[in-house]
């Protein structure tokens, strides 16, 4: 069964920082997604960035950016120049031909000023 | 694009009692799915429904239905309810229901079983 881990239950960033959110998978499957959704106080759930496992190249939307790691089975997110609005659970996800899609326990990020 | 809505966002039942939850997803997506969150459990997969089809059940007690009209609007049933059924239901959309397409998430049903 694929599983999800984020081993950092909880970190913390300065304003203008970057910091990097951990997140490894188990699979053995060769085509999948993988996915960074953050979840603010307001409970919306909000997709930040996505990887198809096929690609290389590591996928970029502004300030957030993945480092993703096949072999090694990670998927990382880091988040530049940190800002007050990126205080939230980020949580880690995968997604093969199955529908349901596997999330981690999650990380909340505190993002200090 | 109005995005995936869900009612209510608030509820408060009791013991016993049996709900009915309701998302309407994005225009033109086919397939919802629907998560439980808890702050023990996290976020576990219920079930997703595709063209009225249920396509995917996770590990929940057949107290958990649901259904998915033509229009793609889809309703989660919990029968008998428990306190531990407390929790955040999280629906979410997507354009076909394949692994490449990512999910859209609503804002939740707070539910509360007192």
């Known amino acids: 069964a694929q599983t999800v881990t984020q081993s950092q239950p909880e970190m913390s960033v300065q304003e203008a920082e970057t910091v990097t959110l951990s997140c490894t998978y188990d699979?053995?499957?060769?085509?999948?997604?993988l996915f960074w959704y953050k979840q603010p106080p307001s409970r919306q759930m909000i997709l930040v960035i996505r990887?198809?496992?096929?690609?290389?190249q590591n996928a970029t939307e502004n300030r957030f950016s993945v480092n993703f790691q096949k072999a090694a089975k990670s998927f990382s997110l880091k988040i530049s120049d940190s800002q007050l609005g990126d205080a939230a659970m980020y949580f880690c996800?995968?997604?093969?031909?199955?529908?349901?899609?596997?999330f981690g326990a999650g990380t909340r990020l505190t993002v200090k000023p | 694009k109005a995005g995936v809505t869900q009612t209510p966002r608030y509820l408060i039942k009791t013991r016993g009692q049996q709900v009915t939850l309701s998302c309407s997803p994005i225009?033109?997506?086919?397939?919802v799915s629907w998560y439980q969150q808890t702050p023990g459990q996290g976020l576990q997969f219920l079930f997703e429904?595709?063209?009225?089809?249920?396509?995917n059940k996770g590990n929940f007690p057949g107290r958990f239905s649901g259904r998915q009209f033509s229009n793609s609007r889809s309703e989660m049933n919990v029968s008998t309810l428990e306190l531990g059924d407390s929790a955040l239901y999280l629906c979410?959309?997507?354009?076909?229901?394949?692994?490449?397409?990512?999910?859209?998430f609503g804002p939740g049903t707070r539910l509360t079983v007192t």
């Open positions: 990887q198809e496992a096929y690609k290389q």
């Open positions: 996800a995968y997604r093969s031909a199955s529908p349901d899609m596997r």
């Open positions: 699979t053995s499957e060769s085509d999948y997604y």
């Open positions: 979410a959309s997507s354009f076909s229901g394949g692994s490449s397409y990512e999910q859209y």
């Open positions: 225009s033109g997506h086919r397939s």
């Open positions: 429904y595709f063209s009225e089809t249920q396509r």
